[in-house]
């Protein structure tokens, strides 16, 4: 693939190409980009999007890269490595651009005395990837990270640009395989002018958080920053409270091996985890992936597994889920990029790769 960016001489150097994706993801999965930038400043990063989009080059923000299974064939197009973390206080606000790490974020919090954010120390990933998919620490206590947010400065597509409905979307894009249990929101507008983007300051509402779930997921946007309203607290509490809930949380999950953190949401009122080990997974494998012992939700990469492992034993995982409880567990995580060899419009494509369907179907 061959494109020109608009960009200064200055980015040439820090444009990486056929960038094995792996290293960038706590599953250690997945192929070349043909393209790899790292960003360091939320006005890098629009740079970037902007060039990409005049030069309609598909791209993809990569933020921690702990919440997505890359295709073993890699990305077509641009990834944009989001690294983007300056933070600063005023009074009872923190600001933060959305590359900064959970962890560090939350340390920030709590050394400044502001409570809300010490319970996501432990969240891998960063804070742009925590608002895609509104984050949460203990949901049953309605641990959420976007109910502490006040506002955040996004890049949007304008109006009529935006993505179809999901339903629209399925049948515009063929239906989904039966046997791939990844996500299915995944699409990009079927049809778009290009560079028609906007910076918009947006109020919490407008992300409509739920569960495992924002607006960004039917609507191709980039989080720049962030502002959080919190409550002063003492530093020393809040670093007692993080440290304890960091206990907790080491016991109860397989730390420090490859992962991906839960691989299925929970159902209504239900623990997925409990639904697979019911349903006597736990331990089962395919090549390099296997079932946790520890955490049944969780799929570990115990060296060298392949995405399309990844596939099958989360397809094993759904049918045994389905025979013993009738429950359809749905996928927490997103797939990104190419899952078989020569197949670049694979309709289960993620939601933030925009150009490829104006590709696909060639709408210009
Ligand atoms: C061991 C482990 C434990 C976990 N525990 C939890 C948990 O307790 N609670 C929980 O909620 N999750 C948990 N997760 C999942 C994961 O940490 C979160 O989903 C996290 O918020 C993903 O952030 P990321 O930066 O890694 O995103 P990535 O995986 O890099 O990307 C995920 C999605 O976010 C999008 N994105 C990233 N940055 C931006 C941006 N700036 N603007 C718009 N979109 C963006 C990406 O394009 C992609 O679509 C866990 C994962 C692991 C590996």
Redesign the pocket.
């Known amino acids: 693939m061959k494109f020109i960016l608009n960009l200064s001489k200055a980015w040439e150097k820090r444009i990486k190409r056929n960038e094995i994706l792996a290293p960038y993801?706590?599953f250690r999965i997945g192929g070349p980009a043909d393209y790899f930038v790292t960003v360091k400043s939320s006005k890098e990063?629009k740079e970037v999007i902007l060039s990409a989009e005049a030069a309609k080059v598909p791209w993809?923000?990569?933020?921690?890269?702990?919440?997505?299974l890359v295709g073993d064939f890699g990305f077509r197009g641009l990834v944009i490595k989001?690294d983007a973390e300056s933070a600063n206080v005023e009074g009872k606000e923190l600001t933060a651009e959305?590359?900064i790490k959970?962890s560090k974020l939350a340390a920030f919090s709590i050394k400044n005395g502001l409570a809300g954010l010490e319970v996501f120390m432990?969240?891998?990933?960063?804070?742009?990837?925590?608002?895609?998919?509104?984050?949460?620490?203990r949901p049953e206590k309605n641990e959420f990270i976007g109910n502490l947010v006040k506002e955040a400065e996004?890049l949007l597509m304008n109006g009529e640009n935006r993505r179809l409905p999901s339903a629209a979307r399925i049948s515009s894009t063929g239906a989904e395989p039966e046997s791939t249990p990844v996500r299915s929101v995944a699409s990009r507008p079927a049809c778009r002018q290009v560079l028609d983007w906007h910076r918009e300051i947006v109020n919490r509402d407008w992300f409509r958080f739920g569960y495992?779930y924002s607006r960004?997921h039917d609507e191709t946007?980039?989080?720049?920053n962030v502002r959080f309203r919190l409550k002063k607290s003492d530093p020393e509490k809040l670093k007692a409270r993080s440290l304890e809930l960091l206990k907790q949380?080491n016991s109860r999950?397989p730390?420090g091996q490859l992962?991906?953190?839960?691989m299925f949401k929970n159902p209504d009122g239900m623990s997925a985890g409990q639904l697979i080990d019911d349903a006597g997974m736990k331990g089962k494998r395919v090549g390099g992936a296997v079932v946790s012992d520890k955490h049944a939700n969780?799929i570990v990469n115990t060296g060298g597994a392949k995405a399309e492992e990844v596939l099958k034993l989360m397809d094993w995982v759904k049918r045994a889920v389905k025979t013993k409880s009738g429950i359809d567990l749905e996928p927490?995580i997103?797939r990104?990029g190419e899952f078989s060899k020569g197949d670049p419009n694979d309709p289960n494509q993620?939601?933030?790769v925009p150009n490829r369907e104006f590709e696909l179907f060639g709408c210009h």
């Not at 992962?259 to 839960?262: F, I, R, T």
């Open positions: 993801t706590y990063l993809f923000i990569l933020g921690g890269g702990s919440n997505i989001n959305s590359g959970m432990s969240v891998p990933g960063t804070l742009g990837g925590a608002v895609f998919n509104n984050s949460h620490f996004v495992d960004l946007g980039v989080v720049l949380r999950q730390i992962s991906c953190g839960c969780f927490e997103f990104v993620h939601p933030n």
